[in-house]
C-alpha cells in the first residue's frame, strides 16, 4: 500500500484529545484516496489519547510510547514507519487537507534542489504564519538591544494563494521534508525535547545544500499553542518557571552553542535577559500600565536539556 501513496503525515501527541480528531478527520480524505499514510507517536498521554485513536481511527498506524519523549525524538519513533517519499510534521492541534498535501508533494517533486516545503498556515486568533531568517546569537543580541523584534526583521507571511518564496526556516507546525534527506540528517537532535528542534533541522538542511522554501498555494490550520500548553505549563509572556519556559530557554541555548560557539551563544544569553530586566525597571520607574511594569519570567541561564539515548 505504502508504494503508491506519496507522503505519511507523522503527528506526535501529548494529552491531544481536544484537537486530535479534528486532525485526523482532515486528513482522512488523504488517505481514503490513497495519496497519504498516517503514524501517530502517542507520549503516554493520560487523557486517553491513544485509546481514542485507536477506537475513532483505526487506518491509523499508532504507536504507543512509554514515556513523554518529547517533539523531536518521538517523531524519530514514527519515522521508522516511514516508507513513502516525503514526510510531513504535523502538529496534533493543526490539520491540512488532500489539496494541501498535493500542493506541497508536486512543488518538491518539481524542485529537486528544494529541501524542506512549508504550507501557508492560519493560526487561530493571531493571523498566517511567517517563514523568515534562522535565529543567531547576534539576531538576539540585536533584537534584545531593541534593534527590530524577536520576530526577525526579515520574516515574511506566508500569504494564502501567494508566490513561492525561498527563506531559511518554516514553523514547525506543518511542514514537509523529503524522507531521504530526514533520514540523510540522522532525524531530529534527540536532545531537543520542545522547542528549535525544526530550527536546527532548517540550519542542517540548509548546510546540507539543500533549500527551504515557503508555498503559499498550499493552506493548513493551526490552533497555536495548544500542544505546548499541554506539554506542562502556560504560553504567556509572563510565566513564572514554567516547564514550557524551561524548555523553550534550554532549547534556544542549545540552539546557538550547537550551531554558532559557546562565545556567541553565551553573549546572547546574557544580553536578553539583562535587556528585559532594564525594560522592567525603566517601565517601573515611569510607572507604566501593570502589563508594562510586570517582571521578566524567571528564566535558565547557561543551561542546556539533559543528555539523552535513542534506541
Not at 238 to 261: A, L, Q
Request: proline share 5%.
Amino acid at each position: 500500500m505504502s508504494e503508491s501513496r506519496k507522503v505519511t503525515a507523522l503527528i506526535v501527541t501529548y494529552q491531544s484529545l481536544e484537537t486530535i480528531g479534528h486532525t485526523l478527520d482532515a486528513f482522512y480524505p488523504a488517505f481514503d484516496s490513497g495519496y497519504a499514510s498516517c503514524v501517530v507517536v502517542d507520549n503516554a498521554s493520560s487523557d486517553g489519547t491513544a485509546d481514542y485513536v485507536a477506537e475513532r481511527y483505526p487506518w491509523v498506524k499508532l504507536i504507543r510510547s512509554s514515556e513523554n519523549l518529547g517533539f523531536g525524538r518521538g517523531n524519530n519513533l514514527g519515522f521508522r514507519s516511514v516508507e513513502t517519499p516525503y514526510l510531513l510534521f504535523l502538529n496534533p492541534d493543526a490539520s491540512i487537507g488532500l489539496d494541501g498535501l498535493k500542493v506541497l508533494v508536486e512543488f518538491l517533486d518539481s524542485h529537486p534542489k528544494v529541501g524542506i516545503a512549508g504550507p501557508s498556515t492560519w493560526a487561530i486568533d493571531m493571523g498566517y504564519q511567517s517563514a523568515g531568517n534562522l535565529l543567531t546569537p547576534m539576531r538576539l543580541i540585536r533584537a534584545s538591544l531593541g534593534f527590530g523584534t524577536r520576530r526577525e526583521v526579515g520574516d515574511r507571511v506566508i500569504e494564502p494563494g501567494g508566490e513561492p518564496f525561498q527563506t531559511t526556516w518554516i514553523c514547525g507546525a506543518v511542514f514537509m521534508i523529503r524522507s531521504s534527506l530526514f533520514r540523510e540528517l540522522g532525524g531530529f537532535d534527540p536532545r531537543y525535547f520542545l522547542y528549535y528542534e525544526e530550527t536546527d533541522l532548517c540550519l542542517r538542511t540548509l548546510r546540507k545544500g539543500y533549500e527551504i522554501w515557503a508555498v503559499g498555494k498550499a493552506s493548513s490550520e493551526h490552533h497555536c499553542g495548544i500542544s505546548a500548553r499541554r506539554s506542562g505549563g502556560e504560553m504567556s509572556s509572563d510565566t513564572r518557571g514554567s516547564i514550557v519556559s524551561k524548555h523553550f530557554f534550554e532549547s534556544r541555548y542549545y540552539y546557538m552553542r550547537k550551531n554558532f560557539g559557546w562565545f556567541s551563544a553565551t553573549a546572547a544569553e546574557l544580553v536578553s535577559p539583562v535587556m528585559d530586566w532594564l525594560r522592567w525597571q525603566r517601565n517601573t520607574l515611569l510607572k507604566r500600565g501593570e502589563a508594562q511594569r510586570m517582571k521578566p519570567p524567571r528564566r535558565p541561564i547557561m543551561q542546556l536539556p539533559k543528555q539523552v539515548d535513542e534506541d
